[in-house]
């Protein structure tokens, strides 16, 4: 169950793409909340980890969770103490975080970080 690199970005984005249209949409279906829950668990941390280049696969899987994770809670504590809470506003945060992430180029195999 090996997935390359390059697409983890790839879903990494075209997610992020799918929450943001869902978002401006204002469409309210269980779609939207699977959508987001796999963006937000997912799609933010996946970007980032990719450039570990790790080879365990299970392990970058549960790493990139943790991280999004973090990086939800991270950009709403920060919304939410700033007095600008609003969830539009996190997840567009999320998903500039995401595509950010996503398109930076990585080591190529057998280069040092």
Sequence with gaps: ??????????????????????????????????????????????????????????????LAVAVSITLATAVAALGLYSGLWAPGATLAVLIAITIGAAAVRGPRPGERL
Aim: aromatic share 4%; hydrophobic share 65%; charged share 15%.
């Design 1 to 62: 169950m090996s997935v390359p690199r390059d697409r983890w970005a790839v879903i990494a984005v075209t997610s992020a793409v799918l929450a943001g249209a869902l978002e401006v949409a204002g469409v309210h279906s269980p779609l939207r909340v699977a959508v987001m829950l796999w963006f937000v668990l997912a799609c933010p941390g996946m970007a980032i980890v990719r450039l570990l280049r790790m080879a365990d696969v299970a392990a970058a899987v549960t």
